[in-house]
RNA sequence: GCACCCGUAGCUCAAUUGGAUAGAGCGUCGGCCUCCGGAGCCGAAGGUUAUAGGUUCAAGUCCUAUCGGGUGUACCA
């Protein structure tokens, strides 16, 4: 249980017994909350100006009033008003070391699962099949990872989908090239590598270099010819798409596994593709879709389509579902998905982590698949910002090429290896004894330094806005970065080696502890909280309240570790209850960059 | 035109969803540390939260208007 919610506990029956309206209750028991200022004690509870208003009281009487019906109980230190009627909340000392053994006792550190299970589908990642995974897969990839292991971890079902755009242009390309100009022997070894070749062969022919869907003259003209003639289902193109699927899905393999991702299911566009006419179908028959202007449309998110150009100049646009040429389009997909799963998995809630210049697209959606009967699930769109350069522009490469995640990952991890290259100089001239690293090990720690740079950067922002992808940045060694948290983790293991610990015998009869320092309280304080970041991440579906709790936890470490000796310590009891401190720090930062996709090494 | 997002310290971002004196990092200035990993610690300067109104006991947060920026807007996805 966590301290917001012992505190719910205790102040419940006073407010129950003193509030005008008791369905306010919960509203009230809400507002109590970590202190915001560390002066003003442990938690505060705002709910008596809220109540004295009520009750036509003042509220620092009310105050006084809930803290003289407070129960005896053995860890409160202190309850007091102050200001307009805030309750300012202390805990003993002796209580919040006892919680914070009995968390360290706790594999799971304290968190229960959430108290309503639920289950999620989440849509993310999302590329194009047959092309190279880009800059722009990144955020979906990342956030979506991190949501799934954060829901997870709280006890929920948890379903990810990889929604491939395995149906599209891009398929034309390929079978395109491969009528004209495979390589049969090529093929036949490396059938990965000769698509990738080609891909980037006919592009080059057609001298595209961005979208596909327009232009690129004759060669592409034949490519769209050939995507047709897939889509309408022609047997040559169906066979060689049949063909080309497994190749296409083992080029995504790699980067997934560098990213340390791993998607439960991978049903793409071509998986709903039979489907559509009858949802399109179904859609007519219920009166929900309309002909309109020679296509099928689904309203806008108030229930209009436009009629004539007054009212398309200030109404948003319905959603077409069969164009004019009798193609359907994505929204016809995305409904189709949303009751193959709703059919298949029963989700209490449908999660899209997708750019959030497809707003409107999703707004439009969720409201016709609310019309459509599926008005009991949660639909959210899981937006986030663009990736920009330090120009403020899109992230491209310094040709203004798209920026492959391959070599992204790739500068990534040299620089990671740069990081622990320049440390091991630095501490060897401060005469530090410094173990020497197989390469192997010193790999790992290149990539496990590198890719967590890149995905705490993107996770520790508010997922809306924009960011700046700058590779100092999120390298740093300061600052809250992941550089900074393996740092953290690799000094709390660096403790345990020098005063050669065994951890088994340790952790098999934890020792006490005890709080002697305003620092030791501080960090225990803060290692309490876990519980209340993570339910807030879950709750918010916002990663950053995890990267926030880290940062805070860290310098409260730093801090802790500056004015503490551990091994040092006074007395051997001193010792013990700090290094079961130091131990809980490391497990906690190792779990919580976990839930974020990042992982911690030993030595860096 | 209409809709959505955003505007917080020189820069990059927070602010527990309406709570107390708006906080961090970088950068700047000053101090500490012969000590378990100096990738450290303490302190200072830096703000009319774009502007003007409004709601509230309480507004960076909610409402209205204005200015400035971004994005989207009927047959790509």
Known sequence: MSLVS???????PILTELAADRAKVPDYLAMIKPAANADHGDYQANFAMALGKALGQKPQDVAKAIIAKLPPNEWLESATVAGPGFINLKLKSAYLADRVRQI???????????????????????????KPLHVGHLRSTIIGDALVRILRFCGHTVIGDNHLGDWGTQFGILIYGYKHHRDEAAFQVDPVKELARLYIHVRNLAKVTGEED???????EACRAETAKLHAGGEENVGLWKKFMPACLEMLRPIYDRLDVKIDHALGESFYNPMLAAVVDDLLAKGIAVESKGAVVVPNAKGVVPQNDEQQAKEEPPALIRKRD??????????????????TWKPDAMLYVVDARQALHFKTLFANAKRWGYDNTEFQHIAFGSILGRDKKPYRTRDGGTVELSALLDEAAKLGLQGYE???AERTTHGHEVAELSPAVKREIAETVGYGAVKYADLSGNRTSDYIF???KMLALEGNTATYMQYAYARCRSIFRKGEIDETAF????????I???QERALVVQLLKLPEAIESAATEYLPHHLTGYLWDLAKAYSVFFEACQVLKAETPELRDSRLVLVDLVARVIRQVLNLLGIRTVERM
């Open 214 to 220: 327009e232009g690129g003259g004759e060669v592409m």
């Open 326 to 343: 009798g193609a359907f389009t994505y929204t016809t997909t995305d409904l189709a998905t949303i009751k193959y799963r709703a059919d």
């Open 422 to 424: 320049a440390s091991y």
């Open 6 to 12: 012992a505190f719910r506990e205790l102040f419940e």
């Open 104 to 130: 360290a006792q706790d594999t799971r550190l304290g968190v229960t699962p959430a108290a309503k299970l639920r289950t999620f589908v989440i849509d993310y990642s999302g590329p194009n099949v047959a």
């Open 470 to 472: 700058d590779y100092d």
């Open 507 to 514: 952790h098999a009869k934890l020792p006490a502890v005890v």
């Open 516 to 518: 002697t320092t305003p």
